[in-house]
C-alpha cells in the first residue's frame, strides 16, 4: 500500500513540475520571447556564482566530514610515501582546481549578456597557449619524477633480511604458505591440488604422468588455509603471490599497497610493517582493529567477502606461531610424523615453485 | 525509388556540389512509414534511432545502478518490490550477490558501449556530420543504416541476456578471463557470457561500419569552401573518434574471439594453472590471463576518448555560439584532439600497473599518460578563455557545456593520481577510480550529450524543449552528480574496494555506511529528474513551442542554413558555399557571420 502512495506521490509532484514548467512557456510568451530570455539568463547567471560558492563551501563542509574516515598514518614504512605523494598531488592539483573553477563560474556571472556588450574578438593568443602549454607539462614532468622514484622503491628487489610469505588466492579466501625450517618453498604443481588435504599442490610423491618428482624441500613447508597471515614488525615481507583459479588481487589499504594475484604468472609485493597489530587498535581505538587483505579483483559473486587478515606481530611471538605450526605434509599424512620427517637434502635453489618442476625459476614479477 | 537516386547521384559526384543538384532538394521524395521511420536510409532518421535506443539504454543502465545502490545504503532492509520486479533474483526483497554482480556489470557495459558510445557519437556524428560539412548524406547512406541495424541487434542480444536462468553476465564490464572464460566459477560466465560476447562483437561492426562511414564522409563529401581548417570542432572530434574506433575495436573484437575459443574450443590464451572449487584442476596450460587485458585496454583507453571527443567538440560549438565570442584557439583546439588521438593508443597499460606487468615497462606509461594532461589542460584554458569577456546566453544547452567543462577539471585532476602508478598501487579498484572514471567520463559525456540534444534538438525536431523543465534538469542532476561522485573519493582514499556487494563485515570501510546511504538517496533524486528530462523529450516532439526561425541560436554553421524540417537531402536548392571558419562571432561589431558570409574586403583578419 505504502508502495503506492509513494508512486503516487512522485507522479503528483511530476504533473506539478509539468504544469508549472508548461504555464512558465507560456507567460513568456506573452511577455516577449526576448523578454524572458533576458530574465532566465540572470536568473541562470546568478545560480552560477551561488553554485560556485556553495560548492566550495560543500568541499570544505565534505572534507571536515569525512577526513578523519580516510586512513590514518600508513602502516608501512613505504606507504609513507604513498601518503606523502598523495599530498603533493592534492597540493598541485587542488590549485589548479581552485583557480579554473572560480573562473569557470565567475567569467558566466560576470559576462552574462548584458545590453550593448562588445564582446572581445579574441580567437587565439600564441603566448598564452604555450604558456599553458608549458606550465602544465613541467609540473606533470615534476610529478612524474616523484612517482617513478617512488615506483622503482616499491616494485624492486626486497631486502635481504625480508620475510617470504606466499598467499595464494581463491574463490573466495587466501591461502598462506611459509617456507618452514629450511627456509625454502617446496615446489608445487596445480593438478596435484586436493582440497581436502593439499591445497597448494605441492609436489610430495613421484608422478609419471605429470612427469614431477617429489621435492623434498615441500615437506617441511607450512600452510595455513585460515586465510590469515603472520609478519614481523619492522621487518620487512615478500609476498609471492598466486591464483588458484580466476584473478584475485591483495589488496593492503593500511600498507598503501596492492597487486593481482594472477593464475599462472606469479607476482610480488613487499612492504614494512610499522606497527603491531594490537598498537594499531590502541591507535585507532577500534578494539576489533584487524590489517585486512580486501580482495581488490572482482573474482565471481562472493567478491565482497574474500577477506584475509595480516597479524603484524613481534620476531618473538612470530617465532612462536611457527613453532607451533606443523608442516603440511606432516597434516597431510600423520602416520609419517615425526620419525619419518624427510631428509633435507637434495634441495634445488628455488624459492618459488614452478609449474611441472620443469624450469626451475626465480620468482617471476614479470609477464613472463 | 528515389531515396536511391538522391544516394547515387551523391556518390557519383563526390564532393563537387554543382547547380546539377538543384533536383534533389525540390524532388519530392516517395516515402513509407517504413522507409521514412524503420529502414531509413537518411542520416537524421538514423541519428534519432541512435538517439533514442541510447536513451532507452540510458534508463535501462540508470535503473540497474538504482537498485544496486539500493542494495549499497540498505543491506540489511528487505523490500519486497524489488522480488515483485526481480523475481528470483532478490528473494525475500533482498538482491543476491549474484544478481548484484549482474547489475554492475550490465550498468557498466551498456553505459559504456551502447549510451555513450552509439548514444553519443552515434547520434550526433549522424545528425552533424552531413549537415555541417554540407553534405546531403552520408557517403554510403546503406552503411549508415547497418550501422544502426547492428547495434539493434547487439541491444536485443544484450537485453536478452538478462532473461537467460543463469543470469547475463556478472564478472564486470572488463570481463577479465579466466572468470569470464569459466562458467564453473561464475553462474553470469555460463549463457551470459555468451550474449554478452555476441552483443559486443555486434556493436564492433556497427562501430566499424559507422566509424569507415563517419571518416568518408568527413574525408570527401565537405561542400565547396569547406577546407578542413574551416571545419566546425564537432566535425574535428568525431572525425577524430571515427579514427580511434576504427583502429582500435578490432583489437577488441580480437580479444573476444581469443575468448570464445577459451570458452568453448578448449584453447589456452588466457588460461593457465586452475583448480576450480568444486570442477577440479582444468587441463589448460601456458595461456596468460595478462593477454587479454593487453588486447582489452588497447580498446579499452582509446574507448573513453571516443566517449570524450564527441563531447568535446559539441561543448566547443555550443560553448562558442553561446558566449557569442569565437573559440579560442581553434588550432590548438584541433592540435589537442589530434594529441589525445595519438596519446589514447599509447596509454593502455595504465589500467595495469598492478596486474602483473612489468614495472619497468609500466614507468613508460605512467609517463606517456600524465602526458595526456597537457592537452587536456589546453583545452580547458581556452573553454575558460572562451568564456572570458563574451556576452554570455544561459541556453540549457549552454549550462550543460560549463558543466562538462567543470566535471571534465574535477575528474581530469583526479586522473593525474591515478596515472602515477605509485599512488595507483594504493588507488587502483577503489571507490577513488569510480568516482574519476565516473566523473569525467560518465557524468562528463553525458554532459556533452545533453548539450548536443538541447542545442540541436529545434534542428532534430523543428520544435523547442520546456525551457522550465531543461533548467530543473540543469541545475539537479549538476548538484546531484557531484554530490554522488565528490564524497566517493574519500572511500577511495580509504582504500574501499570497488565492486562489493556488502561492506557491512569489514572493520576497514564499514564506517562508510552513512556516505553510501546519502549517495543512494541523491542517486535516486537525479535518477528521477532525467525522467523528468526523458518526459521533456517525447512530449515536446509533438507538443513542443515550434521553431519559427531558420537560426534560433544565431550560430554561423551550415545546419541552420537548411530548412527548419529538413528533407532527406538537407537543402533545398543547392548546397551552401562556404567562405569562412564556423566561429566568426562578434567580429568587426557583428553578432554573428555565418559560414556562407563571403568575406568582405574591409574585413579584419583574425
Redo the contacts between chains.
Keep these: 500500500m505504502s ?1 503506492y502512495f509513494v508512486i503516487a506521490v ?1 507522479v503528483l509532484v ?1 504533473v506539478v ?2 504544469q ?3 504555464a ?2 507560456y507567460v ?2 506573452l511577455k516577449g520571447e526576448e523578454k524572458a ?1 533576458k530574465q ?2 540572470k ?3 546568478f ?2 556564482i551561488a ?1 560556485l560558492f556553495l ?1 566550495l563551501i ?2 570544505f563542509y ?1 572534507h571536515e566530514i ?2 578523519g ?3 590514518g598514518e600508513s602502516a608501512s614504512v613505504e ?1 609513507e ?2 601518503d606523502e ?2 599530498y603533493i ?1 592534492t597540493v ?2 587542488g590549485i ?2 581552485f583557480i ?2 572560480i ?3 565567475w ?2 556571472y560576470k ?4 545590453e550593448n ?9 600564441n603566448k ?2 604555450v604558456f ?2 608549458v606550465v ?2 613541467i609540473a ?1 614532468s615534476v ?2 619524477v ?3 622514484r ?3 622503491i ?2 624492486g628487489e626486497a631486502p635481504k633480511n625480508a620475510l617470504v610469505v606466499e598467499i595464494t588466492g ?2 573466495f579466501g587466501w591461502i598462506m604458505r611459509y617456507p618452514g625450517k629450511d627456509n625454502q618453498f617446496g615446489k608445487k604443481y ?2 596435484n ?1 586436493d ?1 581436502a588435504s593439499n591445497t597448494l ?1 605441492l609436489i610430495w610423491a613421484d608422478n609419471a604422468e605429470f612427469n614431477q618428482k617429489a621435492d623434498p624441500a615441500s615437506y617441511d613447508d607450512i600452510v595455513d588455509n585460515s586465510s590469515t597471515m603472520y609478519v614481523v614488525k619492522n621487518r620487512p615481507v615478500k609476498l609471492i603471490i598466486n591464483s ?4 584475485h ?1 591483495v ?1 593492503l ?2 600498507f ?5 594475484a ?4 606469479p ?1 610480488t609485493l613487499w612492504f614494512t610493517p610499522k606497527f603491531t597489530t594490537s598498537e594499531m587498535k590502541e591507535k585507532t581505538g ?1 578494539a ?3 590489517y ?1 587483505i ?12 574474500m ?1 584475509g587478515i595480516i597479524k603484524v606481530v613481534s620476531q618473538a611471538s612470530y617465532d612462536e606461531y611457527q613453532r607451533m605450526q606443523k608442516p603440511y605434509y606432516l597434516t597431510a599424512f600423520p602416520e609419517k610424523d615425526p620419525s619419518a620427517a624427510p631428509p633435507a637434502a637434495d634441495t634445488s635453489k628455488n624459492t618459488t615453485a614452478p ?1 611441472k618442476g620443469v624450469v626451475e625459476g626465480t620468482v617471476n ?3 613472463h | 525509388m528515389s531515396n536511391e537516386e538522391v544516394l547515387h547521384s551523391q556518390t557519383a559526384t563526390g564532393h563537387v556540389h554543382d547547380t546539377d543538384h538543384d533536383h534533389n532538394g525540390h524532388h519530392h521524395h516517395h516515402e513509407t512509414f517504413i522507409t521514412k521511420y524503420v529502414f531509413s536510409q537518411d542520416h537524421k532518421m538514423i541519428a534519432k534511432q541512435f538517439l533514442i535506443t541510447g536513451m532507452f539504454w540510458a534508463v535501462m543502465g540508470g535503473l540497474m545502478s538504482v537498485l544496486f545502490r539500493v542494495q549499497l545504503a540498505y543491506p540489511d532492509e528487505s523490500f519486497p518490490f524489488l522480488e515483485t520486479l526481480l523475481g528470483k533474483w532478490a528473494k525475500g526483497g533482498h538482491i543476491s550477490a549474484d544478481a548484484y554482480y549482474a547489475l554492475v556489470t550490465t550498468h557498466g557495459t551498456v553505459l559504456v558501449f551502447f549510451v555513450l558510445t552509439a548514444g553519443l557519437s552515434g547520434t550526433f556524428a549522424n545528425f552533424l556530420i552531413p549537415l555541417q560539412i554540407g553534405a546531403r548524406d552520408m557517403a554510403s547512406p546503406f552503411l549508415n543504416m547497418l550501422s544502426y541495424w547492428f547495434f539493434l541487434a547487439a541491444s536485443v542480444v544484450m537485453l536478452s541476456s538478462v532473461f537467460v536462468e543463469t543470469g547475463p553476465f556478472s564478472g564486470g564490464w572488463t570481463a577479465y578471463p579466466p572468470l569470464s572464460a569459466l562458467g564453473s566459477a561464475s553462474p553470469g560466465s555460463k549463457t551470459g557470457m555468451d550474449l554478452w560476447l555476441i552483443a559486443m562483437a555486434l556493436f564492433v561492426v556497427s562501430s566499424l561500419l559507422g566509424g569507415l562511414n563517419y571518416i568518408a564522409t568527413i574525408l570527401n563529401m565537405r561542400t565547396k569552401g569547406m577546407t578542413m581548417t574551416r571545419l566546425p570542432l564537432t566535425i574535428w572530434a568525431l572525425f577524430f573518434t571515427a579514427v580511434l574506433g576504427v583502429l582500435s575495436f578490432p583489437v577488441l573484437l580480437s580479444g573476444f574471439i581469443l575468448l570464445i575459443f577459451d570458452r568453448n574450443f578448449g584453447t589456452s590464451f588466457y588460461l593457465s594453472d586452475i583448480y576450480v572449487n568444486g570442477v577440479g584442476a582444468l587441463p589448460n596450460e601456458g595461456g596468460s590471463a595478462i593477454l587479454y587485458q593487453h588486447l582489452f585496454w588497447f580498446l579499452g583507453h582509446p574507448e573513453v576518448y571516443i566517449i570524450i571527443l564527441p563531447a568535446m567538440g559539441i561543448v566547443s560549438e555550443v560553448m562558442s555560439t553561446n558566449a557569442r565570442k569565437p573559440i579560442f584557439g581553434y588550432m590548438a583546439m584541433v592540435g589537442s584532439l589530434f594529441a589525445i588521438a595519438v596519446l589514447a593508443f599509447l596509454v593502455w597499460a595504465h589500467h595495469m600497473f598492478v596486474s602483473g606487468l612489468n614495472p619497468f615497462l609500466g614507468s613508460f606509461f605512467v609517463l606517456l599518460t600524465l602526458l595526456i594532461a597537457v592537452p587536456s589542460a589546453i583545452k580547458v584554458f581556452n573553454w575558460l578563455t572562451t568564456l572570458w569577456r563574451g556576452n554570455i546566453r544561459f541556453t540549457p544547452g549552454m549550462l550543460y557545456s560549463i558543466g562538462f567543462v567543470s566535471m571534465f577539471i574535477s575528474g581530469g585532476l583526479t586522473g593525474i593520481y591515478l596515472g602515477n602508478s605509485a599512488l595507483d598501487i594504493h588507488l587502483h579498484d577503489t571507490y577513488f577510480i569510480v568516482a574519476h572514471f565516473h566523473i569525467v567520463m560518465g557524468v562528463a559525456g553525458i554532459f556533452g550529450m545533453y548539450a548536443g540534444i538541447y542545442h540541436w534538438f529545434p534542428k532534430m525536431y523543428g520544435r523547442y524543449l520546456n525551457n522550465t523543465l531543461a533548467y530543473i534538469h540543469f541545475w539537479i542532476t549538476f548538484v546531484g552528480a557531484y554530490l554522488i561522485f565528490w564524497p566517493m573519493h574519500y572511500e577511495g582514499l580509504a582504500g574501499m574496494p570497488r565492486r562489493y556487494y556488502d561492506y557491512t563485515n569489514w572493520e576497514s570501510f564499514k564506517m562508510f555506511a552513512g556516505v553510501n546511504l546519502f549517495i543512494t538517496v541523491v542517486a535516486l533524486i537525479v535518477f528521477a529528474v532525467q525522467i523528468l528530462f526523458l518526459f521533456n523529450f517525447f512530449y515536446s516532439i509533438f507538443k513542443g513551442r515550434k521553431v519559427t526561425s531558420q537560426n534560433p541560436w544565431g550560430s554561423n554553421t551550415l545546419e541552420w542554413t537548411a530548412p527548419i524540417r529538413p528533407g532527406h537531402g538537407n537543402w533545398e536548392g543547392e548546397i551552401p558555399e562556404v567562405h569562412r571558419w564556423a566561429y566568426d562571432y562578434g567580429k568587426d561589431g557583428k553578432d554573428f557571420i555565418a559560414q556562407t558570409t563571403p568575406v568582405g574586403a574591409e574585413e579584419g583578419k583574425h
Design positions: 508502495t512522485i511530476f513540475i509539468f508549472i514548467a508548461k512558465s512557456e513568456s510568451i530570455r532566465n539568463n536568473i541562470n547567471g545560480l552560477m553554485f560548492g560543500g568541499v565534505c569525512l577526513k574516515r580516510i586512513l606507504g610515501k604513498v605523494m598523495l598531488t598541485v592539483c589548479v582546481f579554473t573553477q573562473l569557470l563560474f567569467f558566466p559576462y552574462q549578456e548584458k556588450t562588445k564582446v572581445f574578438f579574441f580567437p587565439h593568443n598564452l597557449e599553458w602549454t602544465p607539462a606533470l610529478l612524474v616523484i612517482g617513478l617512488n615506483w622503482f616499491f616494485t581463491k574463490q596445480f593438478r591440488i582440497d599442490g588458484r583459479d580466476v584473478i588481487d589488496g589499504p593500511h598503501r599497497m596492492k597487486m593481482d594472477v593464475p599462472g604468472t607476482t577500534n576489533n582493529f584487524e585486512e580486501a580482495c581488490d579483483q572482482i573474482c565471481g559473486n562472493g567478491h565482497y567477502s577477506k609449474n614479477k614479470t609477464l
